[in-house]
């Protein structure tokens, strides 16, 4: 993804909330494996998802199916927009 941390977190809290806007119910968010870096997103990315900017957004948090990625992703159910 190339990006650091900081930067990796604005862009799912841009992703999060832009999709909820557009009207989306259920997006994929893809963490990786981290197989080289030590899954830096697959463990921050739930964490994050926890917190009060996006878990305002989020309805439920789901293991993804292996065809959409399995562990290395999530099913995000966003709530409806206001």
Do not use: N
């Not at 197989?35 to 921050?44: N, T």
Request: charged letters at 20%; proline letters at 9%; glycine letters at 14%.
């Amino acid at each position: 993804h190339g990006m650091t941390q900081p930067e990796a977190h604005r862009a799912l809290q841009g992703f999060v909330s832009g999709s909820r806007a557009a009207g989306r119910r259920c997006v994929l968010v893809i963490t990786g494996h981290g197989r080289m870096s030590g899954g830096i997103l697959k463990s921050a990315v739930p964490r994050w998802l926890h917190e009060p900017d996006l878990r305002r957004d989020v309805l439920v948090i789901a293991p993804a199916r292996p065809q959409h990625g399995g562990s290395g992703a999530l099913y995000l159910l966003l709530r409806k927009p206001p």
